[in-house]
């Protein structure tokens, strides 16, 4: 069965400091892994998206890399602002099917 | 603006009540879906649609029910058979590959009273 597991659960950091999500994931075959953030009650919006051949991509203060051996990724964040407090979600679709498999989230709350 | 509009973005309905959410794209994304978001848990698939005039059961469909009449319309509804409606729901659209990214309404926060 396709799984994706994300850690930690939640999160919490001081403004300006540097943080890392992690993901795992089971699905196969491959095909992409996108990482989401979602606010507080809205709805969730593509960070990075990578494919099989991609270590590494970033967007702006957010990078994301991408070890398709060990079926891991991670999503660092640079200089952690306040606005950065939200759900970061980790999806990952497999060749075969129109359905992606999701995360379930790993909820960062940045303090002053 | 292209993108896709969920509404209401509150609601609150009776027990025993049929409720539809709305959900419109523009985008000319091929497939719609609509997915079930609860505290603490990951996004949960409820329908998806490929095409006009079709459409699939994902992994929590029982209590709910779509049509897709027209590329850009996607609607959800929740029916009395549904046993705890109250969540989040969020619609997304995409080309209809899986290389393509989906794109997410902004959710309709439904609350049984």
């Known amino acids: 069965k396709n799984q994706v597991e994300q850690s930690p659960q939640s999160l919490i950091i001081l403004e300006g400091k540097n943080c890392t999500l992690q993901c795992n994931y089971t699905v196969s075959p491959f095909s992409n892994l996108r990482w989401y953030k979602q606010d507080t009650g809205r709805g969730p919006v593509s960070l990075t998206i990578?494919?099989?051949?991609?270590n590494t991509k970033s967007n702006g203060r957010y990078t994301a890399t991408l070890d398709a051996d060990t079926k891991q990724s991670s999503l660092h964040i640079t200089a952690s602002q306040l606005s950065d407090s939200a759900s970061y979600i980790c999806?990952?679709?497999?060749?075969?099917?129109?359905?992606?498999?999701f995360g379930r989230g790993t909820s960062l709350i940045v303090h002053p | 603006d292209g993108g896709i509009t969920q509404s209401p973005k509150y609601l609150f309905r009776k027990e025993g009540q049929n409720v539809t959410l709305s959900c419109e794209q523009n985008?000319?994304?091929?497939?719609m879906y609509w997915y079930r978001q609860d505290p603490g848990q990951g996004l949960r698939l409820i329908y998806y649609s490929q095409i006009v005039n079709d459409f699939q059961k994902g992994d929590i469909a029982e209590g709910y029910s779509v049509s897709r009449e027209k590329k850009e319309s996607f609607p959800l509804t929740v029916t009395s058979a549904q046993k705890n409606p109250t969540a989040f729901y969020l619609c997304?659209?995409?080309?209809?590959?899986?290389?393509?990214?989906?794109?997410f309404g902004q959710g309709t926060r439904l609350t049984v009273v």
């Open positions: 997304a659209s995409s080309l209809g590959t899986s290389n393509t990214e989906a794109f």
């Open positions: 985008l000319n994304h091929d497939a």
């Open positions: 999806v990952v679709s497999s060749g075969g099917s129109y359905i992606p498999t």
């Open positions: 990578m494919t099989f051949s991609e």
